[in-house]
Each structure stands twice: as structure tokens, then as C-alpha cells.
């Protein structure tokens, strides 16, 4: 999706080179990169050289997400992009464990640094990283902003312009993690120091302490928080800059230092240092009369002495005077003003440019690899080189010629090692390659470096030779030595037209990149770089621990002349070449669209020259005359199978059978394309647009069909999983019924084993073999029990034991009665209570003995049947205090003629009193009531037995009661004569007085009759019950 989105967007113009269908016209290439520009698109490849336009302006596509997109994702696959390069640098290094480098060029204000620090972003965010690895990506980072500090200034083309080269290693380990890095510097612009053309800065840092320093290190350091006061500041006459905030970027240069490990006091002297440049600056001079130059401004003198920690008064006179060697003797000359604000100014350089390469060594120790383990030699290496690129100025010094000689240089570089490449690649596929003719500059680098012969060697001679050598017959010297090459010019030898445009003293040389006229005024002085040797002395004895590491003792020992300065850069560009020839290079061309700094401004003459000068179109000349395009095997493969139906889904056989049939099949003629051993290489752009077009057609049907056959798939699948898991779920509860049934039968037929078994021992005493069956036993009768507990005490139920529980039935059997008939008794009220011990009684006395005692349970026995209204108040009276317990009406038989009249019976505490209306006819004293007698029949009649002794009795008394066994129980309960019933079958004699005796006889009938029968007996006929 992202990716065709970003191929849709990039479809203005060709995104390479390489594709334009006109590709030998200029014109068709820059409106290809203008065309490119408008739309914002900055980057586009020539082949695998990226070419940047600088925008001017912040794009949105330096963000994370953007990083992450070009991660690993083929060089071609995505829109041409810095990131893209990094990524296959990196990519490259870590697979073909090659080191690689990456170059990039460019005039000034091209965006080179720019670039490279997006390069070092990229790495710093998208590398695998650990805790160690992080500091290094910081210090890796944040050695940025101070070596731009100290080494980048405001220029008229570019208000950051990097005034020295730089080549950076960044070490990775093999797991790809940045571990380290080191950084090689290069030539760095020191005349700056001492003085800027209009409308031009010194470095950086010179602003940001005076505009950022804190008031108390500005005091300590002695300087005015105004640039104005410094002489080494105002001469370009361009104090501020609106795209710079000095202030701001002190605080981030400070912070830059200690993340790279600058203790507080190694910060502290390297502010000395620069401050003391400013200082030096500030010394002026006066002439004496004989032209001796003399210090005005004391007061310098005095804080150089402390910043930079030497003798002031020695420092004073190093100055003003120069010391000579004459005859073997030291002498001290004086200096005219001019010669001393000279050396001066020397001494600023010297002190300037040595510390910037110190803090390029302290910026390497920090960045060094720490890991013992871990040497340089196994960690693989990208670099990336940031040199100042390509420079004409209105007037062209010494400087100038080294920048313009050093992109010769790299020029000579590109040149080989894009067509060595080229052609290497060619032959490695075996095809046969036709060399393509293009501009070789060697003879340019020849003319400047070549030896005894070379504009360096004549520069280095004059310097050295004795005698009045000057910057003028250096220029002379050029022109009897190299006055006839091609590409040299000066004044004398050029036609009248271009002597109008040439100084006397200007020699032309005619670069790859077009004509640059240098100005000699300065080469010798520039290239001597000397610095007085007092001047030397001086700060060889600074105790500033800086200053004692640039300016080392034994220098004033060595004897040796130091080599100069063009020579010196000349080896280390050659050693450069070198460490850059080890490498795999990737090239990214910088070009900058206008010279006002202005976004969105495509200046088509500006662009043309830089076009040709950086030879971009020889670079894709040579790229196309060969072939256009070219592609590993799997790749193309990977990219067109869906446009041949063999090839679609998948190839099975070779690549080459398969990339052939494809190709074949999209109707490529045979000299469209050739096949090598990996690779297939298609000579136009025409063919391969087809191709594209055709992929891009068929990527529609082809997404329908995906998306279709995706639809169907996942759908499948979603079904198959569901399915599986249905089944999985089936299976597995069946597997848990089907145990659990087998556990429950394995229980089952281990239960009725053990039932069998106990039902045989059942009569053993208990033992394991019948345990359980006992247990079940006792269980099952104790749960019948639980069930069928009798609910009454009259219930008389109780489930059968089996003969080993009876024991433990019967006493649980009695338990419960006896628990039922406790809880019986809880509830009974007191009146219950006694009538039921009443009934007790009755019960004693006439259950299974009398008939009509069945009929007597279920009636309650009241308090008494006849109340104190019912008895005469005279018989109540009689009775005095006595309390009457009971009271009855009954029928008493006349002793003789058994005569019925009604009477009442009354108990008292002591004894049985009849009651005839209001008289108390008898009175029987309990203790003289020798007995009772009833019959066992249905009838009421009782006998009272009287004590005969007892005078006042005229007998046993014969009565009837309605009430019989309820008046005999309370009879019997009164006076204590329970025992004393006597229950008679067939008659009863009593005694009638004076030893007569009377017979009561019972007969058992219909219905009751009481009548005196003819024997002179009583007879009773008591009516027959149906219970008997
Ligand atoms: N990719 C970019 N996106 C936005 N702005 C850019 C980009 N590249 C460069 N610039 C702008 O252009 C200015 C100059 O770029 P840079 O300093 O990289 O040039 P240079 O090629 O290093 O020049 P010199 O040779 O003078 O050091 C930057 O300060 C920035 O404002
Ligand atoms: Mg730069």
C-alpha cells in the first residue's frame, strides 16, 4: 500500500536517470530535475548515484516513518531517498561484509552536510543499538554541532559553510550496531580567523560564546558581550545572520561537549583559547620612528598572559621582535608594524587551527571503540565523506586551489571507480562491453600534483629556496614550467580576450568543473603557514593543557623542516584515495537550485553548470551505453512473474530458463536485452517502461484476483480452524463423558464386588471383606429409619433390622420412645398432667378387669361433677373447714330393701361423705373404708366396705355411680386405697350391720336393670358392650 503510494506520487518524471527516453540531452535532464523539484521530489538516481537538490526548505520526509520505510526494502522497490542509499550501504556491509563509503558531493550550500547527517541519523535510528551503543550513537550524533562550531561559518553561499573536510568512519559490529567512529580532517580554512571578505563570519563558535556565554565566564574570560569589539569579528561586516541563533546554538554546543565527554575544565580551556584569539586580535601596534612596531593595548597582553597561561612579557616581545640566527649567534630583531600584526596574526591561526585538530583527536578518542574485545580490524566500516566542494570566488587564494584540487581529485575517483565498476560488472556477467569515451581529469590532477613538475612542487620550491622568492616568481616559475598544458592559463599566455578578464597576477586553470582564476598574491606565505619561532617558543611554554598537546616541545628541537602546507594536504588526499578505493562507494551529487538560499527557486543556469561540472550526464551516458538497466535474476523474476503464465505463481527451474521465458513471452526482441550469469541487463528504457506498464495492468487483475482467492483462502481457513476446533471440542468432551461412564462403571462393578462379597461374610464379624456391605447396611436402615421414625408414642411401627442391627434397634427404638415421650411430657400442662395420672390410676385399677372401662378412656375425668351451687349451702356448712375435693350424685340402695334414692357422693381430705339434700347422712372416715367392690361388668354399681368396729356405721354402703370408674379413681386417689378395689366377677357380698350379710349378683344383658331379686339377692343385669 505505502510502497505503491509512494511509486504513485514519484511518477513525475523518471526517478532514474536512466529511464529518460532522450538521455544524451541536457535540456531532457534538467526538466526531468526541475519537474522533479516542483513537485518537491529533491531526490532522483542515476543508476545507483543519488542526485539531491537542495529544497531550502523543511520536507516531511525525514521522519521516523520514513526511516522505517526504507528499512531493508530494495534500493528500487521505493522513491529515490537519502535514506535509501544509507540503507543499502549498510545493507551491503552487513551481507557482503564489504566496507563501504559514502561520497558526497557538491558546491557549497549543495547540502552535503545536510546529507550526512541525515545519513548518521538514519543509522543512529534504525540500527540495532545496546546500552554502550546508545552513547556512542549520541556522541556520534552530537559531534555535529561542535565541529561545526568551531569549523563552519557563514559564507556568501552557504550560512553554514563547512570550512574544512571531513571523512567519517563509522564502525559497525557484526551485529550491525554502530561501536564507534572516527573522523579525518581536513585542511581547515584558518585565514578565516584573522579575516572574512564582506558579508561573511568567522567560525561559529566566536559568536556563540560572546552572544551565549554566561556573564560570569565572559568576566573570567575578559571579553565584552558585544562582537563589535573584536577585530577578528568585524571585517566581513556581518555580525548577525537571520538563520542563526548564535545563543541558541551555544547551549546546544555546550551540552554537545559533554555528551562527548569534555570534562568542565577541558571546556573551560578551550574557552581560554578562543577567547585569547580574540584577544590576540585586539593587539595593536604602534610605529616607532625607526619602524619598530610597539603594543598600544597593554591590557591584551595581560589576559593572553593568563588565558594563555605563558609570560606576558615574553609573549610581549615574541610580538614585536623576530628572532635570527646570524653567524651561529641568536639575535632579536625588531619587527615594523606591518611584519608584526602579520605574525600576530599568524600566531591566531596557528593557535586556532591547531586546537581545531585537537579537538578533532578528543572527539575521536571519545568516539574510539572501548570494547577490548572488540578491535578495529573485525568491526565493518561505512564512511562518509563531507568535503567542501567545488569553489569560485570573485577572487581565488590559496584555499581555493586546494578545495578545487581536492574535488579533482575525487572527480578522478568517481570517474574510475563508476566505469571500473561498470565494466567489472560487465565482465563478471560475461558481457561485451564497448567503452564509452567521457572527459578523464587526470591530466587536471597531474597538472597540480605531478612530481618536480606539478603546481605543488613549483609552489613548494619556491618556498624553500633561498634568495627574494615571491609570490610573483612563483607565477613565473608556473609559466616557464607548465606554461604549455592544456589547462593552464595566466595573464601573459592567454589570447586578448581573456586577458581582459585576467589579473597579472592570476594564473587560470581549467578544472573539470569549468575555469577558476587563482590570485598568487599570499600562495607562499599560505603555504609556508610559518609561525616565528619565538612566537613558537612562547606557546611551546603555555601550561594550558591544550596548548601543551598542539604545541609540543620537541618541535622546537626538530630541526627538520615541517613539510608545507599544499603538501601536506596533497598526501592526505592521497591517503584519503586510498582508504576510499578500499571501499564500495555510493555516490550522492548535490546541487544546489539558486544562489539566494530561496525555496522553490530553480535556477536553470545555476543547475546546468553544476550538471556538467559534477558530470552527470557523462555518468549516465555511461550508465546507458551499456545497459539501461539490470537486474539480478530472482529479482526480475520476482518483480514480472505475473506476466507470463509460466512463470505464474512460481518458476521451479533455473532462474536464467525463467527469466528467459518470461521475456520471451513479453515479446522482448533479441537486442532489446542479454542475459548474463546473474543478472539481466536491458539496453533502452522504452522496453522496461513497457514492462512496468504492462505490471502495472496487470497488478489490477491480479490484486482482484488475490484479494478474491485471499478472500476465499481466509475465509477457508477461518471455516477449516472453526471446524478443527469444533472437533477438537467434540472429541475431547466425548473423551471426558466416555471416562467418566468408564469410572462410574468401574465404580459400579467394584461396589457390587464388594456387595457380593459382604453379603457372603455377612455373619463374620467385621473384617475388610464385608465392611461395606455392613456400612451399607447400618446406612440403609439408619436412612429407613430416618424416613419411617414413628410420629407418635402410640405408634408402635419400626422397619425389621437385619439380625446384626437388632440390638442397636432395639435401643434406638427405646431412645426414641423415650425421646418422644420426653418431648411428650415437655409440652403437657399441669391440669393435663393430673388427669392423666388420674387415668393412670383408673388404669391400674381397671384396664382388662371392668367392661365399661374402655368406654371410660377416652372420656376426661373432670374436677368435680357437682359444684358449690349444686350442694346445699347447709351441707357446705357442715363441712366447715374441710375442703371438698370431688362431688357426685349417685343412687344408694337401701341396705334391706334396695330401695334407688339419690344421694350425693362427696370426697373431703379425710374421708367419703353421702349427702341427702341438706343433710350429711354418713360419713366415712378414710381409715375406716376397709375396701371397694365393683363387678366386671358394664355396670355402676360399687360397694363402700365400712370397718365394722365402728358403731356409727350401720354398714358397707351400696351405691351407683354414672361416673364409676372416673368416682372409684378419685375415691381410690383420696384415700389411698388403690390396692383396695376389688373387682368381682358374678356378686358381691357386703355386710348389712350386726353380721348380716347382703349378695349383690351380676348378670350380664340387654340393658341395665337394678331390682331385688326373689333370693332376697340384688340382682344386676349390666348391659352387654359391643367390645366385649
Ligand atoms: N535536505 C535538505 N532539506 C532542507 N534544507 C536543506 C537540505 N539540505 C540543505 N539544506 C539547506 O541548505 C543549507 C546548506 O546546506 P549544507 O550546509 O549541507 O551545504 P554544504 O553542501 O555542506 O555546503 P558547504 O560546502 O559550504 O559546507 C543548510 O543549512 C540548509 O538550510
Ligand atoms: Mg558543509
Given at each position: 500500500m505505502m510502497e505503491s503510494a509512494l511509486t504513485a506520487r514519484d511518477r513525475v518524471g523518471v526517478q532514474d536517470f536512466v529511464l529518460l527516453e532522450n538521455h544524451t540531452s541536457e535540456v531532457a535532464f534538467i526538466e526531468n530535475l526541475r519537474k522533479r523539484f516542483k513537485e518537491n521530489l529533491i531526490y532522483t538516481y542515476i543508476g545507483s548515484v543519488l542526485v539531491s537538490v537542495n529544497p531550502y526548505k523543511d520536507l516531511e520526509i525525514y521522519t521516523k516513518q520514513h526511516m522505517e520505510r526504507y528499512r531493508g526494502v530494495n534500493f528500487y522497490e521505493v522513491s529515490p531517498h537519502i535514506y535509501a542509499v544509507s540503507d543499502n550501504a549498510y545493507r551491503s556491509m552487513r551481507t557482503e561484509r564489504r566496507d563501504q563509503c559514502i561520497l558526497i558531493s557538491g558546491e557549497s550550500g549543495a547540502g552535503k552536510t545536510e546529507a550526512s547527517k541525515k545519513v548518521l541519523q538514519y543509522y543512529a535510528v534504525t540500527c540495532p543499538a545496546s546500552d554502550h551503543v546508545q552513547t556512542v550513537k549520541d556522541r556520534l550524533l552530537q559531534s555535529n554541532p561542535v565541529l561545526e562550531a568551531f569549523g563552519n561559518a557563514k559564507?556568501?553561499?552557504?550560512?553554514?559553510?563547512?570550512?574544512?573536510?571531513?571523512?567519517?568512519?563509522?564502525?559497525?559490529?557484526?551485529?550491525?550496531?554502530?561501536?564507534?567512529?572516527?573522523?579525518?580532517?581536513?585542511?581547515?580554512?584558518?585565514?578565516?580567523?584573522?579575516?572574512?571578505?564582506?558579508?561573511?563570519?568567522?567560525?561559529?563558535?566566536?559568536?556563540?560564546?560572546?552572544?551565549?556565554?554566561?556573564?560570569?565566564?565572559?568576566?573570567?574570560?575578559?571579553?565584552?558581550?558585544?562582537?563589535?569589539?573584536?577585530?577578528y569579528l568585524v571585517k566581513g561586516n556581518c555580525p548577525k545572520v537571520s538563520s542563526i541563533n548564535d545563543r541558541s546554538d551555544w547551549k546546544v554546543v555546550r551540552k554537545a561537549l559533554s555528551v562527548i565527554g569534555f570534562s568542565d575544565d577541558e571546556v573551560e580551556e578551550l574557552l581560554n583559547i578562543i577567547a585569547s584569539v580574540l584577544h590576540l586580535g585586539n593587539v595593536q601596534y604602534g610605529g616607532e620612528d625607526s619602524g619598530n612596531a610597539y603594543i598600544t593595548t597593554d591590557t591584551q597582553i595581560k589576559y593572553l598572559a593568563r588565558l594563555l597561561d605563558v609570560d606576558g612579557s615574553v609573549l610581549k616581545e615574541a610580538l614585536t621582535h623576530k628572532k635570527i640566527t646570524a653567524k651561529g649567534e641568536e639575535l632579536m630583531s625588531p619587527l615594523n608594524q606591518e611584519q608584526a600584526s602579520s605574525a600576530r596574526d599568524a600566531l591566531s591561526k596557528a593557535i586556532y587551527g591547531r586546537t581545531f585538530t585537537w579537538l578533532v583527536n578528543k572527539i575521536n578518542d571519545s568516539l574510539a571503540l572501548k570494547d577490548d574485545s572488540f578491535n578495529s580490524k573485525n568491526a565493518s566500516v561505512i564512511g562518509l565523506l563531507d568535503i567542501y566542494g567545488f569553489e569560485v570566488f570573485q577572487n581565488n587564494s590559496f584555499e581555493q586551489f586546494c578545495i578545487n584540487y581536492c574535488n579533482e581529485k575525487l572527480q578522478q575517483l568517481f570517474i574510475e571507480l563508476t566505469l571500473k565498476s561498470e565494466q567489472e560488472e560487465y565482465e563478471a556477467e560475461g558481457i561485451t562491453w564497448e567503452p564509452v569515451q567521457y572527459f578523464n581529469n587526470k591530466i587536471i590532477c597531474d597538472l597540480v600534483e605531478e612530481k618536480f613538475k606539478g603546481i605543488i612542487s613549483i609552489l613548494d620550491e619556491e618556498c624553500l629556496r633561498p634568495g627574494d622568492a615571491s609570490d610573483i616568481t612563483f607565477l613565473e616559475k608556473l609559466e616557464d614550467t607548465v606554461g604549455g598544458h592544456a589547462h593552464f592559463l595566466t595573464h601573459k599566455l592567454a589570447d586578448g580576450k581573456t586577458r581582459k578578464v585576467m589579473g597579472r597576477d592570476e594564473f587560470r586553470l581549467l578544472h573539470y568543473a569549468g575555469e577558476v582564476n587563482y590570485n598568487v598574491n599570499g600562495f607562499l606565505d599560505k603555504n609556508n603557514d610559518l609561525l616565528f619561532r619565538n612566537l613558537k617558543e612562547v606557546m611551546c611554554m603555555s601550561e594550558n593543557?591544550?596548548?601543551?598537546?598542539?604545541?609540543?616541545?620537541?618541535?622546537?628541537?626538530?630541526?627538520?623542516?615541517?613539510?608545507?602546507?599544499?603538501?601536506?594536504?596533497?598526501?592526505?588526499?592521497?591517503?584519503l584515495m586510498e582508504i576510499l578505493m578500499s571501499k564500495e562507494p555510493?555516490?550522492?551529487?548535490?546541487?544546489?537550485?539558486?544562489?539566494?538560499?530561496?525555496?522553490?527557486?530553480?535556477?536553470?543556469?545555476?543547475?546546468?553548470?553544476?550538471?556538467?561540472?559534477?558530470?552527470?550526464?557523462?555518468?549516465?551516458?555511461?550508465?546507458r551505453a551499456g545497459f539501461a538497466y539490470r537486474r539480478r535474476y530472482e529479482v526480475f523474476l520476482q518483480r514480472y512473474k505475473s506476466l507470463c503464465p509460466d512463470t505464474w505463481p512460481n518458476w521451479d527451474g533455473r532462474l536464467v530458463d525463467g527469466v528467459s521465458t518470461l521475456v520471451k513471452h513479453l515479446g522482448y526482441k533479441p537486442e532489446e536485452y542479454k542475459l548474463g550469469r546473474s543478472k539481466i541487463f536491458i539496453r533502452f528504457p522504452k522496453t522496461l517502461f513497457a514492462t512496468e506498464d504492462a505490471?502495472?495492468?496487470?497488478?489490477?487483475?491480479?490484486?482482484?484476483?488475490?484479494?478474491?482467492?485471499?478472500?476465499?483462502?481466509?475465509?477457508?481457513?477461518?471455516?477449516?480452524?472453526?471446524?478443527?476446533?469444533?472437533?477438537?471440542?467434540?472429541?475431547?468432551?466425548?473423551?471426558?463423558?466416555?471416562?467418566?461412564?468408564?469410572?462410574?462403571?468401574?465404580?459400579?462393578?467394584?461396589?457390587?464386588?464388594?456387595?457380593?462379597?459382604?453379603?457372603?461374610?455377612?455373619?463374620?464379624?467385621?473384617?475388610?471383606?464385608?465392611?461395606?456391605?455392613?456400612?451399607?447396611?447400618?446406612?440403609?436402615?439408619?436412612?429407613?429409619?430416618?424416613?419411617?421414625?414413628?410420629?407418635?408414642?402410640?405408634?408402635?411401627?419400626?422397619?425389621?433390622?437385619?439380625p446384626a442391627l437388632s440390638e442397636a434397634s432395639e435401643h434406638l427404638r427405646k431412645l426414641c420412645m423415650q425421646n418422644m415421650v420426653w418431648k411428650y411430657c415437655k409440652t403437657i400442662s399441669p391440669e393435663w398432667k393430673h388427669q392423666l395420672e388420674q387415668k393412670m390410676v383408673a388404669s391400674e385399677i381397671f384396664k382388662d378387669k371392668k367392661d365399661n372401662y374402655p368406654q371410660s378412656v377416652p372420656k376426661l375425668f373432670v374436677g368435680t361433677r357437682l359444684n358449690g351451687e349444686d350442694i346445699n349451702p347447709k351441707v357446705l356448712q357442715a363441712l366447715g373447714s374441710e375442703k371438698m375435693k370431688y362431688a357426685v350424685p349417685v343412687t344408694k340402695y337401701d341396705r334391706k330393701g334396695y330401695k334407688a334414692r339419690a344421694r350425693q357422693l362427696l370426697l373431703t381430705g379425710s374421708s367419703v361423705i353421702i349427702v341427702e339434700d341438706t343433710k350429711l347422712k354418713q360419713s366415712i372416715d378414710y381409715s375406716a373404708l376397709k375396701g371397694i367392690s365393683v363387678s366386671s361388668l358394664s355396670d355402676g354399681?360399687?360397694?363402700?366396705?365400712?370397718?365394722?368396729?365402728?358403731?356409727?356405721?350401720?354398714?358397707?354402703?351400696?351405691?351407683?355411680s354414672d361416673h364409676v370408674i372416673e368416682t372409684l379413681t378419685k375415691v381410690a386417689i383420696c384415700a389411698e386405697k388403690i390396692n383396695n378395689i376389688n373387682i368381682n366377677q358374678g356378686s358381691i357380698k357386703f355386710t348389712v350391720g350386726q353380721g348380716k350379710e347382703g349378695i349383690i349378683d351380676f348378670t350380664s344383658g340387654s340393658e341395665l336393670l337394678i331390682s331385688k331379686a326373689k333370693n332376697g339377692h340384688l340382682s344386676v343385669t349390666a348391659p352387654r358392650l359391643n367390645s366385649r
Open positions: 559564507t556568501l553561499r552557504n550560512d553554514n559553510s563547512s570550512r574544512f573536510g571531513k571523512y567519517m568512519d563509522i564502525q559497525f559490529d557484526f551485529k550491525g550496531a554502530p561501536v564507534g567512529g572516527h573522523i579525518l580532517n581536513y585542511l581547515l580554512e584558518k585565514s578565516r580567523v584573522v579575516h572574512q571578505s564582506h558579508g561573511e563570519r568567522n567560525f561559529h563558535i566566536f559568536y556563540q560564546l560572546i552572544e551565549g556565554g554566561e556573564e560570569d565566564l565572559l568576566r573570567r574570560l575578559g571579553l565584552e558581550r558585544n562582537t563589535q569589539q573584536y577585530q593543557k591544550i596548548l601543551t598537546q598542539c604545541f609540543e616541545r620537541e618541535e622546537l628541537t626538530d630541526k627538520k623542516r615541517p613539510e608545507t602546507t599544499a603538501t601536506q594536504f596533497k598526501n592526505s588526499l592521497a591517503k555510493s555516490y550522492v551529487r548535490c546541487i544546489k537550485p539558486n544562489d539566494a538560499k530561496q525555496a522553490g527557486r530553480f535556477d536553470e543556469v545555476l543547475i546546468r553548470h553544476q550538471v556538467k561540472y559534477l558530470g552527470l550526464m557523462e555518468n549516465l551516458r555511461v550508465r505490471l502495472e495492468v496487470q497488478k489490477h487483475s491480479l490484486a482482484t484476483m488475490l484479494q478474491a482467492s485471499w478472500k476465499g483462502y481466509s475465509q477457508k481457513s477461518k471455516y477449516r480452524k472453526l471446524k478443527h476446533s469444533a472437533i477438537l471440542i467434540q472429541a475431547w468432551w466425548r473423551g471426558i463423558l466416555a471416562r467418566r461412564r468408564a469410572q462410574r462403571r468401574r465404580q459400579a462393578v467394584e461396589t457390587i464386588r464388594r456387595f457380593i462379597k459382604g453379603f457372603m461374610y455377612r455373619h463374620q464379624p467385621r473384617c475388610p471383606e464385608n465392611e461395606y456391605f455392613l456400612d451399607y447396611v447400618r446406612y440403609s436402615f439408619l436412612m429407613k429409619l430416618h424416613r419411617n421414625l414413628p410420629k407418635t408414642v402410640l405408634d408402635k411401627s419400626w422397619p425389621t433390622p437385619s354399681m360399687f360397694v363402700l366396705h365400712v370397718t365394722c368396729e365402728d358403731n356409727k356405721q350401720k354398714g358397707d354402703v351400696v351405691l351407683q
